[in-house]
């Protein structure tokens, strides 16, 4: 019996982590990675807008909310999976045979990039399929690429890999770009930039590595075929919570929703960070999310 389960170990996770600690609660986070840290990985870009502190990337960042981790005395389980999870017993199994108990559940399971759903997608993983222009455009330097999605990281990544690509293509579905002005007026200036609107992308071609793909322009016409070295997807995201969605209230899109006090529909059970916030995904709306959370919790056990 744990007086807290923190389900995650990102921002969002790992700050409710060490407010419970602080508050002398006994805390155990499970995390499913070999590493804490979350989405941090795949944050490639500066952060310059966490209140008082920058940062090169999510990996720098990570150094300084970890730093006292090996002080803690909070339980940090990781490379964990997860059986099953009873949200109104607060029980939790886990695929090892260990069944866990605990006063509350914290849910900070996060977020990940939508898949696109096409043939190739998977197959050329490292071969070819672009994480992230930042990270990887020295990679894909002199090479042509192709972008789906229209919103401010597919814009971003695309003028990103103009710097250093010959050609760049931008496949969008729907009529207009959905980035913010900024972004958008700057492509037209650039000639090394192709996009297609009403336009998906249906496969993606090679045999040992990505050599092209196949778009499907507005209905009627028929699919071309277009050379290309990398494929960079930036259509979304989407919440990490199937493991609880027939046992909580969710929206439409399956985020996770919460009270003002970070609270389910389920009592005692709260999420915290992006797979509860699709209006403001931010690291700063992750941290504080678990200390609202963690202050809640306390405050209920010390009431009793």
Not at 179 to 190: K, V
Request: proline residues 3%; charged residues 25%.
């Amino acid at each position: 019996m744990h007086d807290v389960i923190i389900i995650g170990a990102g921002p969002a996770g790992l700050s409710t982590a060490f407010w419970c600690d602080g508050l002398s609660l006994d805390t155990l986070v499970l995390e499913q990675a070999e590493q804490v840290g979350g989405q941090l990985h795949r944050v490639y870009n500066p952060i310059e807008n966490y209140l008082g502190l920058k940062a090169r990337n999510g990996e720098e960042l990570l150094v300084h909310f970890t730093k006292d981790l090996d002080a803690a005395e909070f339980d940090l389980w990781t490379q964990v999976e997860i059986e099953s999870v009873d949200l109104k017993a607060r029980r939790i199994s886990l695929r090892s045979g260990e069944a866990l108990q605990a006063i509350a559940i914290v849910i900070a399971t996060g977020i990940r990039p939508r898949e696109l759903g096409v043939p190739g997608e998977k197959e050329f993983i490292g071969k070819g399929m672009i994480e992230s222009g930042a990270r990887d455009r020295q990679l894909f330097a002199g090479k042509d690429v192709c972008i789906v999605g229209g919103g401010d990281a597919a814009v971003e990544n695309a003028l990103l890999l103009a710097e250093v690509c010959p050609t760049v293509t931008l496949v969008h579905r729907g009529k207009k770009l959905r980035a913010r002005r900024e972004f958008a007026e700057r492509l037209q200036p650039n000639n090394r930039i192709t996009v297609f609107t009403e336009s998906v992308l249906t496969r993606i071609l090679g045999k040992e590595e990505v050599e092209g793909v196949e778009i499907q322009r507005k209905e009627g016409l028929k699919p071309f075929q277009l050379a290309v070295r990398g494929v960079l997807i930036r259509i979304g995201v989407e919440p990490n919570s199937e493991l609880f969605r027939e046992q909580i209230a969710t929206n439409e899109k399956g985020y996770i929703t919460v009270n003002s006090q970070h609270e389910t529909s389920v009592r005692m059970v709260f999420a915290v960070g992006d797979v509860s916030n699709p209006i403001a995904p931010t690291i700063s709306s992750a941290t504080g999310a678990g200390a609202t959370a963690a202050k809640v919790i306390a405050s209920r056990l010390n009431a009793r």
